[in-house]
Protein backbone atom coordinates (compact mmCIF):
# COMPACT_ATOMS: atom_id res chain seq x y z
CA UNK A 1 0.00 0.00 0.00
CA UNK A 2 0.98 3.71 0.14
CA UNK A 3 3.82 4.57 2.89
CA UNK A 4 4.87 7.94 3.60
CA UNK A 5 9.08 8.25 4.38
CA UNK A 6 8.98 11.13 7.00
CA UNK A 7 12.52 12.62 7.86
CA UNK A 8 13.93 13.40 10.38
CA UNK A 9 12.46 11.17 13.50
CA UNK A 10 13.29 13.93 15.53
CA UNK A 11 15.38 17.11 16.27
CA UNK A 12 16.72 18.40 19.30
CA UNK A 13 17.23 22.49 18.35
CA UNK A 14 17.71 25.62 20.54
CA UNK A 15 15.26 28.36 20.58
CA UNK A 16 15.78 30.69 17.42
CA UNK A 17 17.08 28.02 14.80
CA UNK A 18 15.08 27.29 11.88
CA UNK A 19 13.71 23.74 11.10
CA UNK A 20 13.35 21.45 7.99
CA UNK A 21 11.63 18.38 7.82
CA UNK A 22 10.40 16.43 4.90
CA UNK A 23 7.95 13.47 3.20
CA UNK A 24 8.38 11.68 0.25
CA UNK A 25 6.79 8.83 -1.37
CA UNK A 26 6.58 6.15 -4.09
CA UNK A 27 3.07 7.12 -4.76
CA UNK A 28 1.59 10.60 -6.50
CA UNK A 29 -0.79 12.17 -4.06
CA UNK A 30 -3.00 15.27 -5.36
CA UNK A 31 -2.99 17.17 -1.78
CA UNK A 32 -0.06 17.08 0.75
CA UNK A 33 -1.23 18.54 4.45
CA UNK A 34 1.04 19.05 7.34
CA UNK A 35 -0.40 18.96 10.92
CA UNK A 36 1.07 19.27 14.13
CA UNK A 37 0.09 17.38 17.75
CA UNK A 38 0.42 18.81 21.00
CA UNK A 39 0.59 16.73 23.73
CA UNK A 40 -2.39 15.36 25.06
CA UNK A 41 -4.06 16.98 22.02
CA UNK A 42 -5.04 15.58 18.77
CA UNK A 43 -3.14 16.43 15.47
CA UNK A 44 -4.31 19.75 14.28
CA UNK A 45 -3.57 21.32 10.71
CA UNK A 46 -1.10 23.46 9.88
CA UNK A 47 -1.10 23.64 6.14
CA UNK A 48 -2.93 21.88 3.04
CA UNK A 49 -0.97 21.87 -0.22
CA UNK A 50 -3.03 21.18 -3.48
CA UNK A 51 -0.79 21.85 -6.31
CA UNK A 52 2.19 20.61 -7.14
CA UNK A 53 5.41 23.50 -6.76
CA UNK A 54 2.93 25.02 -4.13
CA UNK A 55 4.71 27.00 -1.59
CA UNK A 56 2.41 28.28 1.50
CA UNK A 57 3.49 30.14 4.56
CA UNK A 58 1.52 30.66 7.75
CA UNK A 59 3.30 32.78 9.82
CA UNK A 60 6.49 31.08 10.57
CA UNK A 61 5.84 27.98 8.90
CA UNK A 62 6.17 27.44 5.09
CA UNK A 63 5.35 24.37 3.46
CA UNK A 64 5.97 23.37 -0.34
CA UNK A 65 4.30 20.37 -2.44
CA UNK A 66 6.87 18.79 -4.49
CA UNK A 67 7.13 18.99 -8.72
CA UNK A 68 6.84 15.48 -8.60
CA UNK A 69 3.85 15.21 -6.49
CA UNK A 70 5.77 12.51 -4.40
CA UNK A 71 7.31 15.01 -1.70
CA UNK A 72 6.94 18.13 0.48
CA UNK A 73 8.58 19.97 2.98
CA UNK A 74 7.65 22.03 5.76
CA UNK A 75 10.32 24.89 7.44
CA UNK A 76 9.81 26.56 10.96
CA UNK A 77 11.46 29.60 11.10
CA UNK A 78 12.91 31.46 14.61
CA UNK A 79 12.09 28.06 16.60
CA UNK A 80 10.11 29.02 19.71
CA UNK A 81 9.02 26.55 23.21
CA UNK A 82 5.31 26.50 21.65
CA UNK A 83 6.91 24.48 18.68
CA UNK A 84 7.56 21.25 20.52
CA UNK A 85 5.15 18.07 19.34
CA UNK A 86 4.64 15.85 16.99
CA UNK A 87 4.34 16.75 13.16
CA UNK A 88 2.80 14.76 10.88
CA UNK A 89 2.31 14.55 7.14
CA UNK A 90 0.00 13.11 5.33
CA UNK A 91 -1.15 12.29 1.37
CA UNK A 92 -4.81 12.45 0.08
CA UNK A 93 -5.57 11.98 -3.37
CA UNK A 94 -9.00 13.79 -4.24
CA UNK A 95 -12.19 11.80 -4.65
CA UNK A 96 -10.34 9.00 -2.03
CA UNK A 97 -10.86 9.90 1.27
CA UNK A 98 -8.05 7.72 2.80
CA UNK A 99 -5.32 10.19 4.35
CA UNK A 100 -1.88 8.77 4.21
CA UNK A 101 0.14 9.36 7.15
CA UNK A 102 3.58 9.71 7.78
CA UNK A 103 5.55 8.53 11.04
CA UNK A 104 5.96 11.62 12.81
CA UNK A 105 9.03 14.28 13.61
CA UNK A 106 9.23 14.99 17.07
CA UNK A 107 10.45 18.68 17.79
CA UNK A 108 12.27 19.59 20.82
CA UNK A 109 13.37 22.70 21.29
CA UNK A 110 15.48 24.00 24.19
CA UNK A 111 15.25 27.57 25.72
CA UNK B 1 -13.15 23.21 9.02
CA UNK B 2 -14.42 21.20 11.10
CA UNK B 3 -15.04 21.03 15.47
CA UNK B 4 -14.81 17.57 16.29
CA UNK B 5 -15.68 17.08 20.39
CA UNK B 6 -14.72 13.46 21.44
CA UNK B 7 -15.48 11.97 25.49
CA UNK B 8 -14.35 10.99 27.59
CA UNK B 9 -11.07 12.45 27.31
CA UNK B 10 -9.46 9.97 29.15
CA UNK B 11 -10.25 6.51 31.70
CA UNK B 12 -8.63 4.13 33.20
CA UNK B 13 -10.99 0.66 32.99
CA UNK B 14 -10.73 -2.39 34.75
CA UNK B 15 -9.21 -5.70 32.54
CA UNK B 16 -12.24 -7.17 30.92
CA UNK B 17 -14.76 -4.39 30.87
CA UNK B 18 -15.61 -2.04 27.70
CA UNK B 19 -15.48 1.54 26.97
CA UNK B 20 -17.85 3.49 24.67
CA UNK B 21 -16.08 6.50 23.03
CA UNK B 22 -18.32 9.00 21.37
CA UNK B 23 -16.99 11.71 18.58
CA UNK B 24 -19.18 14.47 17.82
CA UNK B 25 -18.45 16.72 14.28
CA UNK B 26 -20.56 20.23 14.77
CA UNK B 27 -21.70 20.01 11.06
CA UNK B 28 -22.78 17.29 8.58
CA UNK B 29 -19.15 15.10 7.06
CA UNK B 30 -18.88 12.56 4.52
CA UNK B 31 -16.64 10.81 6.47
CA UNK B 32 -15.54 9.77 10.17
CA UNK B 33 -12.77 7.85 10.93
CA UNK B 34 -11.23 6.10 14.07
CA UNK B 35 -7.49 5.85 14.90
CA UNK B 36 -4.96 4.51 17.60
CA UNK B 37 -2.23 6.00 18.77
CA UNK B 38 0.73 4.70 20.68
CA UNK B 39 2.11 7.73 22.93
CA UNK B 40 4.70 9.71 20.74
CA UNK B 41 4.11 6.74 17.51
CA UNK B 42 1.88 7.61 14.50
CA UNK B 43 -1.77 7.36 13.95
CA UNK B 44 -2.98 3.37 12.99
CA UNK B 45 -6.05 3.74 11.19
CA UNK B 46 -8.91 1.16 12.93
CA UNK B 47 -11.80 1.59 10.99
CA UNK B 48 -13.84 4.20 8.55
CA UNK B 49 -17.06 4.88 10.03
CA UNK B 50 -20.06 4.50 7.57
CA UNK B 51 -23.11 6.62 8.08
CA UNK B 52 -26.06 4.08 8.19
CA UNK B 53 -24.16 0.55 7.24
CA UNK B 54 -21.44 -1.38 8.66
CA UNK B 55 -18.21 0.45 9.41
CA UNK B 56 -14.68 -0.89 6.81
CA UNK B 57 -11.63 -1.88 9.37
CA UNK B 58 -8.88 -2.24 8.64
CA UNK B 59 -6.37 -5.06 8.74
CA UNK B 60 -5.97 -6.38 12.10
CA UNK B 61 -8.92 -4.77 13.71
CA UNK B 62 -12.65 -6.98 13.52
CA UNK B 63 -15.78 -5.71 14.33
CA UNK B 64 -16.16 -7.76 17.78
CA UNK B 65 -13.45 -5.95 18.89
CA UNK B 66 -14.05 -2.72 17.63
CA UNK B 67 -17.11 -2.46 17.23
CA UNK B 68 -18.25 1.22 15.72
CA UNK B 69 -22.32 3.28 15.04
CA UNK B 70 -22.77 5.95 12.72
CA UNK B 71 -26.50 6.70 13.06
CA UNK B 72 -26.41 9.91 11.54
CA UNK B 73 -24.02 12.46 9.82
CA UNK B 74 -22.26 14.07 12.61
CA UNK B 75 -22.02 11.47 15.87
CA UNK B 76 -20.20 7.89 16.17
CA UNK B 77 -19.42 6.11 18.45
CA UNK B 78 -16.21 3.13 19.27
CA UNK B 79 -16.58 0.66 21.88
CA UNK B 80 -13.08 -0.90 22.49
CA UNK B 81 -14.70 -4.76 24.00
CA UNK B 82 -13.22 -7.13 26.25
CA UNK B 83 -10.24 -4.56 27.49
CA UNK B 84 -6.64 -5.68 28.10
CA UNK B 85 -4.00 -3.94 29.39
CA UNK B 86 -2.79 -4.03 25.04
CA UNK B 87 -5.53 -1.44 24.43
CA UNK B 88 -4.06 0.85 26.20
CA UNK B 89 -3.37 4.09 23.92
CA UNK B 90 -4.91 7.38 22.31
CA UNK B 91 -8.02 6.46 20.44
CA UNK B 92 -9.02 9.40 17.79
CA UNK B 93 -11.82 10.10 15.95
CA UNK B 94 -11.08 12.38 13.13
CA UNK B 95 -13.97 13.83 10.32
CA UNK B 96 -13.76 14.95 6.40
CA UNK B 97 -15.69 15.34 3.73
CA UNK B 98 -17.57 18.43 5.03
CA UNK B 99 -18.81 21.16 3.20
CA UNK B 100 -15.35 22.94 0.92
CA UNK B 101 -13.18 21.37 3.14
CA UNK B 102 -11.76 19.02 0.31
CA UNK B 103 -11.71 16.03 1.94
CA UNK B 104 -9.22 16.89 4.50
CA UNK B 105 -9.29 14.90 7.85
CA UNK B 106 -9.69 17.00 11.47
CA UNK B 107 -9.09 15.31 14.40
CA UNK B 108 -10.94 15.52 18.04
CA UNK B 109 -8.49 15.79 21.21
CA UNK B 110 -8.41 12.05 21.73
CA UNK B 111 -9.46 9.54 24.60
CA UNK B 112 -6.48 8.20 26.17
CA UNK B 113 -7.39 5.32 28.18
CA UNK B 114 -5.48 2.88 30.37
CA UNK B 115 -6.41 -0.68 31.43
CA UNK B 116 -5.26 -1.84 34.52
Known amino acids: GQQLNQSPQSMFIQEGEDVSMNCTSSSIFNTWLWYKQDPGEGPVLLIA?????ELTSNGRLTAQFGITRKDSFLNISASIPSDVGIYFCAGLNTGGFKTIFGAGTRLFVKA | SAVISQKPSRDICQRGTSLTIQCQVD?????MFWYRQQPGQSLTLIAT?????????ESGFVIDKFPISRPNLTFSTLTVSNMSPEDSSIYLC?????????????FGAGTRLSVL
Open chain 1, 49 to 53: LYKAG
Open chain 2, 94 to 106: SAGGGRGDKNIQY
Open chain 2, 27 to 31: SQVTM
Open chain 2, 49 to 57: ANQGSEATY
